[in-house]
């Protein structure tokens, strides 16, 4: 503290000195120390932090290069923190810290640096402070604060659906028809009919234009009522399991009434196969059953 010598200066608290050095710093006053008082010294203080461009999970930011000593020599490293909150100076220590800072320039060139990985519509607030070669950190600095931009819309690919029909193992070929509509509206968002696989499984058409979200999906077959599922947050790769589809509809009304019984009855004791529920070659009373055991039942819509 020699350049502060004089009676006046032993009555100054050594808190004083420290203020008034900072101050000093800030308006780029501080002389030179030599080597051996830089553990005392600080690197200035870094108050220009600047956001210059957001993205979804990105912010670009700039600010200009400090001394090590507030002065000439560059400082040593950067410590820049980020949260999701208006933090103080006393939270520094717990704050996360941005890794990947660049190796500071020389004093008064402005640096630019990224930061990634951010979370799509987040408000985040970040300061940086330089560090010198004894680990003595800038005093004071100005946080910044930013809203990342919301996620765009991101197309789902390689979608399967895999339908369930009661009282029957899909067959490949089946015709399936599914209609995805945005969650909790009517408003459809995709809609394609198609056949099954060797694994019973439908899957999303390429010329289908999905984007990742919330769905509520209806599904639907010649002969079934229709069951929607609800709320299904659909993605690439996923493998969407359908509810069953209760037999009896023959007449795709969405309803099992006296309607599909009467077509039923027109072809009893034939092989018909739209009537012919069990498949087994007859429609008789096991194919009955099926109606009297969902009968009244409606389907979704
Ligand atoms: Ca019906
Ligand atoms: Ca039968």
Redesign the pocket.
């Known amino acids: 503290m020699s350049s502060f010598p004089g009676k006046k200066a032993r009555s100054i608290s050594v808190f004083s000195i420290i203020s008034l050095i900072i101050l000093m710093s800030g308006a780029g006053l501080v002389p030179r120390f030599a080597r051996a008082d830089g553990a005392a010294i600080p690197p200035a203080n870094i108050v220009d932090l600047t956001v210059v461009n957001v993205g979804s999970s990105s912010v670009q930011l700039t600010w200009s290069a400090v001394g090590a000593d507030g002065y000439v020599e560059p400082a040593t490293a950067y410590d820049m923190r980020i949260a999701q909150y208006n933090f103080t100076m006393g939270a520094w220590s717990s704050l996360t810290r941005v890794t990947g800072t660049p190796t500071p320039g020389q004093p008064g060139i402005q640096e630019s640096f990224a930061v990634t990985g951010l979370n799509p519509g987040t408000m985040y607030y970040i300061a940086v402070r330089g560090v010198d070669s004894f680990g003595t950190i800038s005093v004071a600095y100005n946080m910044v604060s930013f809203t990342t931009a919301s996620a765009g819309p991101t197309p789902v690919s390689n979608v399967i659906f895999s339908p369930q029909l009661e009282g029957m193992q899909i067959p490949a070929g089946k015709s399936i028809s599914v209609v995805l509509y945005n969650a909790g509206t009517a408003t459809a968002a995709a809609s394609f009919t198609g056949t099954t696989d060797t694994s019973g499984r439908v899957a999303l058409p390429q010329t289908a234009s999905l984007n990742a979200g919330l769905y509520d999906i209806l599904v639907s077959t010649q002969g079934y009522l229709k069951k929607k599922l609800f709320e299904y947050n659909v993605s690439s790769n996923a493998i969407i399991e359908l509810p069953t589809l209760p037999v009896g509809d023959i007449n795709n009304d969405n309803i099992i009434n006296s309607l599909d019984w009467s077509v039923m009855s027109g072809k009893w004791f034939s092989n018909d196969a739209t009537t ?5 070659g ?3 009373s ?2 009955w059953s099926f109606l009297s055991k969902n009968w009244f039942m409606t389907g979704d819509n």
């Open positions: 012919d529920i069990n498949k087994d007859i429609v008789n096991i194919d």
